[in-house]
């Protein structure tokens, strides 16, 4: 399974912007590469999902604001956060979903389990939102 390294994550104002980076250790082939995040008490929540065309799909909560792009040649994910709000405050994850169709992918991220079939992910980077 490919590794998978977060980074980025940090504190800003409620405004402001961020750019996480996922480094994979190899090509993740055909399948799909998502974001998730996971706040304290609350339910895990797919945010973005990119296919191997490099076709895009959002969580409603983030549509506009958030941006998924991947580096082919280099097998990394991004996802640029603009216009933060203090409840997008949570650990964010890079995931492998294993499965070609976007739309599936973000539905099944609430539901993937370690050591699972339908993905997996590596550590969380943390942002932070202040009002």
């Known amino acids: 399974q490919v590794q998978l390294v977060a980074s980025g994550g940090g504190s800003v104002q409620a405004g402001g912007s961020l750019k996480l980076t996922c480094v994979a250790s190899?090509?993740?082939?055909?399948?799909?590469m998502a974001w998730f995040r996971q706040a304290p008490e609350k339910k895990r929540e797919g945010v973005a999902v990119?296919?191997?065309?490099?076709?895009?799909l959002y969580a409603d909560s983030v549509k506009g604001r958030f941006t998924i792009s991947k580096d082919n040649a280099t097998n990394i994910l991004y996802l640029q956060l603009n216009s933060l709000k203090p409840e997008d405050t949570a650990m964010y994850y890079c995931?492998?979903?294993?499965?070609?169709?976007?739309?599936?992918?973000?539905?099944?991220?609430?539901?993937?389990?370690?050591?699972?079939?339908?993905?997996?992910w590596g550590q969380g980077t943390p942002v932070t939102v202040s009002s």
């Open positions: 190899a090509d993740t082939g055909a399948y799909c």
């Open positions: 990119i296919d191997s065309a490099g076709n895009t």
């Open positions: 995931a492998v979903v294993r499965t070609e169709d976007a739309d599936f992918a973000l539905d099944v991220l609430g539901m993937m389990v370690a050591g699972g079939d339908l993905g997996y």
